[in-house]
């Protein structure tokens, strides 16, 4: 099993950033690739960026490019995703996901989620 928890959502203004976390526990962290997904109300949840195990490869959904970075630091047991240039369409609950392997855009591909922390916009 992995435990994953997000933190750092919130309530900014339109343009304004934030950075989420997720802190993972139970399983070695290297062995997954990570991503973050959202779902805003009424939507589906949808891809939104991942990581492989190492860190060398990121990939994005074409809406976050040039404004959302993932990151990872191994030794910390943690993925980031710093959301530079936000807008009120970004509004959405945000989730971390763990995959056994290499990354993957499907969320039907993720075996474990954190619990979403909720990240809205204002204009």
């Known amino acids: 099993q992995v435990q994953l928890v997000e933190s750092g959502g919130g309530l900014v203004q339109a343009g304004g950033s934030l950075r989420l976390s997720c802190a993972a526990s139970?399983?070695?962290?290297?062995?997954?690739?990570m991503g973050w997904f959202r779902q805003a109300p009424g939507k589906e949840r949808e891809f939104v960026a991942v990581?492989?195990?190492?860190?060398?490869?990121?990939y994005y959904t074409d809406s976050v490019k040039g404004r959302f970075t993932i990151s990872r630091d191994n030794a910390k047991n943690t993925v980031y995703l710093q959301m530079n240039s936000l807008k009120p369409e970004d509004t959405a609950v945000y989730y971390c996901?763990?995959?056994?392997?290499?990354?993957?855009?499907?969320?039907?591909?993720?075996?474990?989620w954190g619990q979403g922390t909720q990240v809205t916009v204002s204009s």
């Open positions: 139970g399983r070695t962290f290297t062995n997954y690739a």
């Open positions: 990581i492989d195990w190492s860190g060398s490869r990121t």
């Open positions: 996901a763990a995959r056994s392997g290499s990354v993957h855009y499907s969320r039907d591909e993720y075996d474990y």
